[in-house]
């Protein structure tokens, strides 16, 4: 049986990309499977997968490497998927002792803006460089890249053009997603915002494209549904503040449910919403929100940003704006609630989209074959 390991520094064990996806369908495949994260302090078998997982992030990169070796030589994986630097230098190492292909999977921007925000300039700059040249180098010793989205092949897919890659999205299998297409409630709605609340991921903008709704449609009872919660303390003394500030009538706050419960947490909505700023990173990412929200029946409003546009067409479901034109936004909502259909129409074609285009059966082969060719 052929074996298949994953590193991870950053991600849980149970991440969803890793665990409830990539990880359950190798299994499903006849992969004897294992997740190593070095985030959570986690040891056994969930689901056929095994689970060694140590809480040692803080801890030096050498600790973190030689952790990640002692697991690779006790478990012998034929092919590692490896989810950062650290992670693709520990297999490294043991790919001097075996023969073994390490599948770097990149799904997030690196360096990320939360990497360097710690550092004043020109320590920024330098740090910036030092981190660039790091992925750099992993994409040098792997022998094969995923990338979540096409907006973040750069740099490596450029660097390294002979290395095989693939594009793998976020899509969700859809026993994780609850339908819930709806019509509109006369003279009420429901606009929901989820994950980590903060200025950077939109709930400001959010808020005041509301404001500006409620003196459009006075006749409307508007409601708003916050699934997530802050992360840092200035995000929640941001969150209090603009609570504070536009002291609305009807919002409901959820904590953070998890992953296989996520879209039962938002079924009452009747729109969803992110409105991130467009600083470059956002800019270039994909959001894994959006094909949960499409899975569920829900319209979206979204920033423009590159890494929507350049994998899919939201028009038929949804709207790409400005996060910060509230006017434009608010109007958006306006329409939605004076053309019901409109709005039906808009509820159907996102299930529809989800179910012909967005889901994990769609790339779950391509996934399957391609970690196989490594193998070969």
């Given at each position: 049986m052929q074996k298949v390991l994953f590193l991870t520094t950053a991600h849980h064990s149970y991440d969803d990309r890793i665990f409830f996806h990539q990880a359950k369908t190798l299994a499903e495949e006849g992969f004897e499977v294992k997740i190593s994260s070095l985030c959570s302090d986690i040891q056994g078998d969930v689901d056929g997968i095994q689970i060694e997982s140590y809480s040692i992030l803080e801890k030096s990169v050498k600790e973190k490497t030689e952790t990640f070796k002692k697991v690779c030589s006790s478990f012998q994986p034929d092919s590692i998927i490896c989810s950062e630097p650290v992670a693709v230098f520990a297999a490294r190492q043991y790919q001097?002792?075996?023969?073994?292909?390490?599948?770097?999977?990149?799904?997030?921007?690196?360096?990320?803006?939360?990497?360097?925000?710690?550092?004043?300039?020109?320590?920024?700059?330098?740090?910036?460089?030092?981190?660039?040249?790091?992925?750099?180098?992993?994409?040098?010793?792997?022998?094969?890249?995923?990338?979540?989205?096409?907006?973040?092949?750069?740099p490596l897919a450029y660097f390294f053009p002979l290395k095989k890659n693939m594009i793998l999205p976020y899509y969700p299998d859809e026993k994780y997603v609850v339908s819930n297409t709806k019509r509109l409630t006369p003279n009420e709605i429901t606009l929901c915002y989820t994950g980590a609340i903060s200025q950077?991921?939109?709930?400001?903008?959010?808020?005041?494209?509301?404001?500006?709704?409620?003196?459009?449609?006075?006749?409307?009872?508007?409601?708003?549904?916050?699934?997530g919660a802050a992360r840092k303390e200035s995000d929640e003394n941001y969150f209090k503040n603009l609570l504070s500030q536009y002291q609305f009538d009807n919002t409901e706050i959820r904590k953070p449910t998890s992953f296989?419960?996520?879209?039962?947490?938002?079924?009452?909505?009747?729109?969803?919403?992110?409105?991130?700023?467009?600083?470059?990173?956002?800019?270039?990412?994909?959001?894994?929100?959006?094909?949960?929200?499409?899975?569920?029946?829900?319209?979206?409003?979204?920033?423009?940003?590159?890494?929507i546009r350049e994998h899919m067409d939201v028009s038929k479901f949804g709207e790409l704006v400005d996060p910060r034109n509230a006017e434009i936004i608010s109007d958006?909502?306006?329409?939605?609630?004076?053309?019901?259909?409109?709005?039906?129409?808009?509820?159907?074609?996102?299930?529809?989209?989800?179910?012909?285009?967005?889901?994990?059966?769609?790339?779950?082969?391509?996934?399957v074959?391609?970690?196989?060719?490594?193998i070969k």
């Open positions: 001097k002792n075996k023969k073994t292909s390490i599948i770097y999977d990149i799904t997030e921007w690196y360096p990320a803006m939360s990497m360097l925000e710690n550092y004043a300039y020109p320590a920024k700059i330098i740090h910036a460089i030092k981190f660039f040249l790091i992925q750099l180098y992993a994409g040098f010793l792997s022998t094969r890249f995923i990338f979540g989205e096409s907006t973040k092949k750069f950077d991921k939109g709930i400001g903008n959010f808020f005041k494209a509301v404001d500006l709704l409620r003196g459009k449609v006075p006749e409307t009872k508007i409601k708003l549904l916050i699934v296989e419960h996520f879209t039962e947490a938002f079924a009452d909505a009747d729109i969803c919403f992110d409105l991130r700023e467009l600083n470059f990173e956002n800019n270039h990412s994909l959001p894994i929100k959006l094909f949960y929200y499409t899975g569920a029946g829900k319209p979206v409003i979204y920033s423009n940003l590159k890494g958006l909502i306006v329409n939605y609630i004076r053309n019901p259909e409109h709005y039906y129409a808009h509820a159907i074609n996102a299930r529809k989209a989800f179910e012909e285009k967005y889901n994990w059966k769609v790339i779950r082969n391509s996934f074959d391609f970690v196989k060719k490594s």
